[in-house]
């Protein structure tokens, strides 16, 4: 059963999805001072490949991703290449669960053994991603209300903490950390939206792609933008970089008038809801993904194997808080951009050229039909 | 605690099985391998904690290190 999802819910899943566990890394950390002027440029670098994602979901319109991936690099390339995002899919979602785990015991619970909790959030991303991306999208909508609500008071609150001289001097290092930090804004989160594309089924009409991916990545990309650029005023350039969890430092420095204190336990809550939403998108990829793979039409009874390779997977990939550090801040990754650029710049550039062939050929059989029924008409008019 | 935890993943393979309404056996075998892979992997997680992940096309990494830093000529 092919899932529909309405644009506006599939805009805000790709939201959530993009700020999901971001919001607490110092993402972008190595431009410094210069943080914004790092985002713009990866959100410049990054939209052209977020177009390219929802161009070949257009040109693909009324089939499933694996149909029409069969239809233009044939049938066995294209179980390779979703077998391959198969596993960057499950990686990633081992990859958030570590996350969250090493954050969870690092500011909350520090004796609970990491595996209780990778099992308590495998266990619900496995029921969201059993119930499908319809009911995910719905969720995300509801959730968005609130983290985003979140944001905006934390965001306000912050206002009286910021110092807007920690932005100056203007690139005092020069172009390298700027060229660094959009770097490490690329590789993490900002190229991941290439997982969405197995995720959707289908969409309403043939520009929903563009309405899904555009204004969602913008809007979250414009999201950390801001926070990463308030924490970076209120904690300092040189404290951001350094720091594992800069925003949640900075809102714990929030005061107002004695009263309004320690509030980066909210900015925790909305930080579990959206690596939960972001997990359970990345099972959910990695179902349909594998599911095609091997032939199969249903991907759910594939999701609670992968859920349960998720909770050691957690602990296999990443063991410490240094190393979540280490991979959120890292510039480039070989198998990453072969799955996040190389891969889908190739199957975009086939997928024209086989939709503009097949779109020549159409005229010409109907020039060939235009030709034979005119001459029909003269000798039968003969 | 290996021997627990094959059971609990013998247990979630077995229920979830159970209730199936139809099994067709390209699915369960597929069910099966990929239940027994993430039981592995839990396992050898107990045994070893510094499990080394493969690095497939780690060569590839090195060698864009290696340009990245500017000594590709030797």
């Given at each position: 059963m092919r899932e529909l999802v309405p644009d506006q819910q599939g805009m805000i899943l790709v939201l959530m999805f993009v700020v999901g566990n971001t919001l607490l890394y110092s993402l972008?950390?190595?431009?410094?001072?210069d943080i914004w002027l790092a985002f713009l440029i990866a959100m410049g670098a990054a939209l052209p490949m977020v177009l390219l994602l929802a161009r070949i979901r257009s040109l693909l319109h009324g089939t499933s991703l694996g149909a029409g991936l069969e239809g233009i690099i044939g049938k066995w390339p294209a179980r390779l290449l979703a077998l391959l995002y198969a596993g960057h899919s499950w990686r990633l979602a081992c990859y958030v669960v570590s996350d969250v785990t090493n954050f969870v015991q690092a500011?909350?619970?520090?004796?609970?053994?990491q595996v209780v909790l990778a099992t308590l959030f495998a266990l619900l991303m496995l029921w969201a991603a059993k119930e499908g991306v319809e009911v995910m999208a719905r969720f995300a909508v509801l959730m968005s209300k609130i983290v985003f609500g979140v944001l905006a008071v934390i965001f306000l609150l912050l206002l009286s903490e910021v110092?807007?001289?920690?932005?100056?001097?203007?690139?005092y290092g020069g172009l390298k950390p700027v060229v660094q930090g959009a770097l490490q804004l690329l590789y993490f989160p900002f190229l991941e939206p290439v997982i969405l594309v197995w995720v959707f089924d289908c969409f309403s009409t043939k520009n929903s792609p563009y309405k899904v991916f555009v204004p969602g990545f913008l809007l979250a990309a414009l999201t950390l933008m801001i926070m990463a650029s308030a924490s970076l005023s209120v904690v300092g350039a040189h404290r951001y970089a350094q720091f594992f969890f800069p925003v949640w430092t900075a809102v714990g420095r929030i005061n107002v008038a004695?009263?309004?204190?320690?509030?980066e336990a909210i900015v925790g809550i909305s930080f579990a809801i959206g690596s939960f939403i972001k997990m359970a998108v990345c099972l959910l990829a990695a179902s349909k993904a594998l599911a095609y793979a091997f032939?199969?039409?249903?991907?759910?009874?594939?999701v609670t194997p992968l859920a349960m390779g998720v909770i050691p997977g957690s602990q296999w990939f990443i063991t410490t808080v240094l190393e979540v550090e280490r991979s959120a801040t890292a510039t480039h990754s070989v198998s990453e951009i072969a799955l996040q650029v190389v891969a889908p710049v190739v199957v975009w550039m086939i997928a024209e050229i086989r939709t503009r062939g097949s779109a020549e050929k159409g005229k010409q059989g109907n020039a060939r039909r235009a030709q034979a029924g005119g001459g029909g008409a003269t000798s039968n008019k003969s | 605690m290996v021997a627990v935890v094959i059971l609990a993943y013998v247990a979630v393979a077995a229920f979830e099985l159970w209730q199936w309404k139809e099994r067709p056996w390209k699915k369960v075998l597929l069910y099966l391998v990929l239940s027994a892979a993430a039981g592995t992997l839990a396992v050898l997680i107990i045994l070893d904690n510094d499990l080394k992940v493969p690095e497939p096309i780690g060569f590839v990494q090195k060698l864009f290190k290696r340009l990245w830093q500017g000594g590709g000529g030797s």
């Open positions: 972008g950390g190595l431009a410094g001072a500011v909350a619970l520090p004796t609970t053994p110092d807007l001289a920690e932005f100056q001097p203007v690139m004695a009263f309004l204190t320690r509030l032939g199969f039409s249903d991907y759910r009874f594939v | -």
